[in-house]
Every structure is written in C-alpha cells, then in structure tokens.
C-alpha cells in the first residue's frame, strides 16, 4: 500500500512561483515512476511531468517545458515539482501520481493523492 499527499497549493500572480510536494508512505518501494497530472475546471485531467525512481528519467509536457521541474528526495520519500513563471493557464488541482511497473505508462498509475489546487490570477 502506498498512500500520497499532496501540499503547497495556492493563489499566486502571473509570473510567480510555486513548489508542490507529495509525500509517500506506506511501501514506496513498489513505486518506480512517479507523476504529476492536472484538471483545469472544465476541462480534463493532463499529464504533466513524471520522474523514475533514481531521477535519472524525467519527462514533461509541452506546455511545461523550461518552467516546470520535477524532483524526488526518495530519503524522504517526497517528489516536488517547482513551477516557475506560472500563467493563468495553470490553473488546477494538482495530482501527485505513482506507478508500479518499470514500464512507463501515464495511463496506467496504480496510486493517486487526493489533490492540491493552484490558481494563477491575471
């Protein structure tokens, strides 16, 4: 069993900045990639970055690219993501993911928290 908790959620400016942390318990060493996804109002949840296990592996969305980083301190076993010059667009709860298999998927996490919500006024 592995269980997430997101945190670090706000209201913050255009052009601010934001760190997001999701702390995992349980058997985190059954998680080999972890994740981070959003839901925009109206809109449908996305992916937005992921990272494996060592940290060696990231991957990001197009629209996050060169503001957004992912990391994990598995001694503690948290993940963040940093979300630098953030826009109106967003906007959204923030869902800290994981996933068993070596094998990444970003349809296929096993574990999900509960959400965090970030809204970017212009």
Known sequence: QV?????GGGLVQSGGSL????????????????????????KEREF??????????TTYADSVK???TISRD???NTVYLQMNNLKPEDTAVYY???????TWNPNGMDYWGKGTLVTVSS
């Open 19 to 42: 760190r997001l942390s999701c702390a995992a318990s349980g058997r985190t060493f059954s998680t080999s990639f972890m994740g981070w996804f959003r839901q925009a109002p109206g």
């Open 3 to 7: 269980q997430l908790v997101e945190s």
């Open 66 to 68: 060169g503001r957004f």
């Open 96 to 102: 800290c993911a994981g996933r068993r298999s070596s």
């Open 74 to 76: 598995n001694a503690k």
């Open 48 to 57: 937005v970055a992921s990272i494996n296990w060592s940290g060696s592996f």
